[in-house]
């Protein structure tokens, strides 16, 4: 009996005895899977602070309730390519004169995704109709959006990347003995007279002696031969409005060293560039060097988007301005294109597309988004769609290289172009020499690049710097009192955009 009450007690001795050891046991394994969580969490976000680019497959914090149609990455056109209808698709002619100002908004991300389905109520305020260039634009609230930098304290991600690499709008403008690149005596072969400003009356002309210095970054000296041989076989086009004309004509300038020059072939014919019957010029030149088979291109297209006749019978037919597809010219060229600089900003007012009769459409039908129809909000929603869209393509075409080149500041003193401003100052950097900001002044550019294999070509603060350079009272075609203060002298800063450009190819 004793000994049976003996064995009783062992065996519940050694039962509470595994028992005890088998909990221990699970505690030990909830232990190690709450460990391994933690570190797991850990990690997490820490590659969530450190990656940005993991914000763009991660779900935002809160939604919003706006389903986007965005362009596909080949998009039909619903009429066939033609080269000789290529006049029946584009924009009316442009004027040269001064522009109107487009306020530079915040970086909106969302508007990689925005479409005609948007609802009004959701839709949000994305800019401030009365921010300036140059001033903190106003970041308006968005009500259920997530994708928004609420603050000037928050650098955006592609600032952060900067940080890492080469930063060519960080720098400070220094004198240059060498300079100018070319003559604006000499260059009569491609630069317009009303922007040489060597043939005007102006004297004052230190201006041209500077040159941009990045900051930190190794900038090789542009050579014609060097560009040239890089450039062997390639095509460079420029599309954009009258500030991409400057561009195209000052790198066209730089390469022939302002010298009169007999063997560069007119190849327009190729891309459909021909005069049109009535018109001022034709929409854009295409110039190739045969040495080096290189060709230079500039098309004009104010607004990056499709502009579609709405009655091709009708001479004075409206166009339906489609926000979510890129131009027809550079849709359909693109793969002909090795480098590529796009530009839109300044004909984004309402004279502008009153005057060139555009009505503005996404999904192929009217806006009827009242948020979205408003002109900077319609601008900043094109600029991230066909930056999106030409991030697209260029899987489908190895070694293309895109640019997107942030907007060019303008400099109206007491009114605009039209009200009596001027930009009389000839003092070459009179308010610094010197950009020491890491993100750009153009936040809609940033934004719209961020994220993409599309570089921005950033331009704006260091041209802000540079309000003695403009045409102001100087320039041939501009009425008495009427200064413009947007286009720039040749030489001059779109030279700099160019070897910005160099540098980056």
Same mark, same amino acid.
């Given at each position: 009996?004793?000994?049976?009450?003996?064995?009783?007690?062992?065996?519940?001795?050694?039962?509470?005895?595994?028992?005890?050891?088998?909990?221990?046991?699970?505690?030990?394994?909830?232990?190690?899977?709450?460990?391994?969580?933690?570190?797991?969490? @850990?990690?997490?976000?820490?590659?969530?602070?450190?990656?940005?680019?993991?914000?763009?497959?991660?779900?935002?914090?809160?939604?919003?309730?706006?389903?986007?149609?965005?362009?596909?990455?080949?998009?039909?056109?619903?009429?066939?390519?033609?080269?000789?209808?290529?006049?029946?698709?584009?924009?009316? @002619?442009?004027?040269?004169?001064?522009?109107?100002?487009?306020?530079?908004?915040?970086?909106?991300?969302?508007?990689?995704?925005?479409?005609?389905?948007?609802?009004?109520? $959701?839709?949000?305020?994305?800019?401030?109709?009365?921010?300036? !260039?140059?001033?903190?634009?106003?970041?308006?609230?968005?009500?259920?959006?997530?994708?928004?930098?609420?603050?000037?304290?928050?650098?955006?991600?592609?600032? $952060?990347?900067?940080?890492?690499?080469?930063?060519?709008?960080?720098?400070?403008?220094?004198?240059?003995?060498?300079?100018?690149?070319?003559?604006?005596?000499?260059?009569?072969?491609?630069?317009?007279?009303?922007?040489?400003?060597?043939?005007?009356?102006?004297?004052?002309?230190?201006?041209? @002696?500077?040159?941009?210095?990045?900051?930190?970054?190794?900038?090789?000296?542009?050579?014609?031969?060097?560009?040239?041989?890089?450039?062997?076989?390639?095509?460079?086009?420029?599309?954009?409005?009258?500030?991409?004309?400057?561009?195209?004509?000052?790198?066209?300038?730089?390469?022939?060293?302002?010298?009169? $020059?007999?063997?560069?072939?007119?190849?327009?014919?190729?891309?459909?560039?021909?005069?049109?019957?009535?018109?001022?010029?034709?929409?854009?030149?295409?110039?190739?060097?045969?040495?080096?088979?290189? @060709?230079?291109?500039?098309?004009?297209?104010?607004?990056?988007?499709?502009?579609?006749? !709405?009655?091709?019978?009708?001479?004075?037919?409206?166009?339906?301005?489609?926000?979510?597809?890129?131009?027809?010219?550079?849709?359909?060229?693109?793969?002909?294109?090795?480098?590529?600089?796009?530009?839109?900003?300044?004909?984004?007012?309402?004279?502008?597309?009153?005057?060139?009769?555009?009505?503005?459409?996404?999904?192929?039908?009217?806006?009827?988004?009242?948020?979205?129809?408003?002109?900077?909000?319609?601008?900043?929603?094109?600029?991230?769609?066909?930056?999106?869209?030409?991030?697209?393509? !260029?899987?489908?075409?190895?070694?293309?290289?895109?640019?997107?080149?942030?907007?060019?500041?303008?400099?109206?003193?007491?009114?605009?172009?039209?009200?009596?401003?001027?930009?009389?100052?000839?003092?070459?950097?009179?308010?610094?020499?010197?950009?020491?900001?890491?993100?750009?002044?153009?936040?809609?550019?940033?934004?719209?690049?961020?994220? $993409?294999?599309?570089?921005?070509?950033?331009?704006?603060?260091?041209?802000? !710097?540079?309000?003695?350079?403009?045409?102001?009272?100087?320039?041939?075609?501009?009425?008495?009192?009427?200064?413009?203060?947007?286009?720039?002298?040749?030489?001059?800063?779109?030279?700099?955009?160019?070897?910005?450009?160099?540098?980056?190819?």
């Amino acid at each position: 009996m004793i000994f049976s009450f003996q064995k009783g007690i062992g065996k519940a001795f050694h039962s509470k005895k595994m028992k005890g050891a088998c909990l221990n046991k699970l505690r030990g394994v909830k232990f190690s899977i709450s460990l391994i969580a933690l570190i797991c969490t @850990t990690l997490l976000i820490w590659a969530w602070e450190s990656t940005p680019l993991l914000t763009n497959f991660l779900p935002p914090s809160e939604h919003f309730d706006v389903h986007l149609g965005m362009p596909s990455a080949v998009i039909h056109s619903e009429i066939p390519p033609n080269h000789v209808d290529f006049k029946d698709r584009q924009q009316p @002619t442009e004027d040269d004169s001064a522009e109107a100002r487009t306020p530079v908004g915040p970086i909106i991300q969302v508007m990689h995704q925005v479409s005609e389905n948007v609802d009004a109520n $959701t839709m949000p305020d994305l800019v401030d109709e009365k921010a300036r !260039l140059g001033t903190s634009p106003s970041i308006a609230t968005l009500s259920g959006s997530s994708g928004v930098v609420p603050d000037d304290d928050k650098v955006s991600d592609t600032a $952060t990347n900067k940080k890492r690499g080469c930063n060519y709008g960080k720098g400070k403008w220094i004198v240059d003995k060498k300079r100018p690149l070319y003559s604006g005596f000499g260059c009569k072969q491609w630069l317009s007279e009303m922007w040489a400003c060597r043939l005007t009356q102006r004297t004052d002309f230190s201006y041209e @002696t500077f040159r941009w210095q990045p900051e930190n970054c190794e900038m090789p000296e542009f050579r014609e031969s060097a560009f040239l041989s890089r450039m062997r076989h390639k095509t460079l086009a420029f599309i954009g409005d009258s500030l991409g004309r400057q561009q195209f004509q000052s790198m066209m300038c730089m390469i022939t060293g302002g010298r009169e $020059t007999s063997d560069v072939e007119n190849v327009g014919g190729t891309y459909g560039l021909i005069k049109a019957h009535g018109a001022v010029r034709p929409d854009g030149w295409a110039y190739r060097f045969p040495r080096t088979n290189t @060709t230079i291109l500039y098309y004009w297209s104010a607004s990056l988007c499709e502009l579609e006749p !709405l009655n091709r019978s009708d001479p004075a037919t409206h166009y339906a301005m489609h926000l979510d597809r890129p131009a027809f010219f550079l849709k359909h060229f693109l793969p002909q294109f090795d480098v590529v600089v796009l530009n839109t900003g300044h004909h984004w007012n309402r004279g502008k597309i009153i005057a060139n009769r555009w009505e503005m459409y996404v999904g192929g039908k009217p806006i009827a988004n009242r948020k979205l129809a408003q002109i900077a909000n319609a601008k900043n929603f094109t600029v991230y769609s066909v930056v999106k869209w030409l991030d697209s393509q !260029l899987p489908l075409h190895p070694g293309l290289k895109g640019f997107y080149r942030s907007i060019s500041p303008r400099h109206f003193v007491n009114g605009d172009w039209n009200t009596g401003g001027s930009c009389d100052n000839s003092t070459p950097l009179a308010d610094g020499s010197e950009v020491t900001q890491d993100h750009s002044s153009d936040s809609v550019a940033e934004g719209a690049v961020m994220g $993409t294999n599309v570089k921005l070509l950033d331009i704006t603060a260091l041209s802000e !710097l540079r309000d003695e350079c403009h045409i102001s009272k100087y320039s041939i075609k501009a009425s008495t009192g009427v200064h413009d203060c947007l286009h720039w002298c040749l030489p001059g800063v779109p030279d700099a955009w160019n070897e910005l450009l160099y540098a980056q190819i």
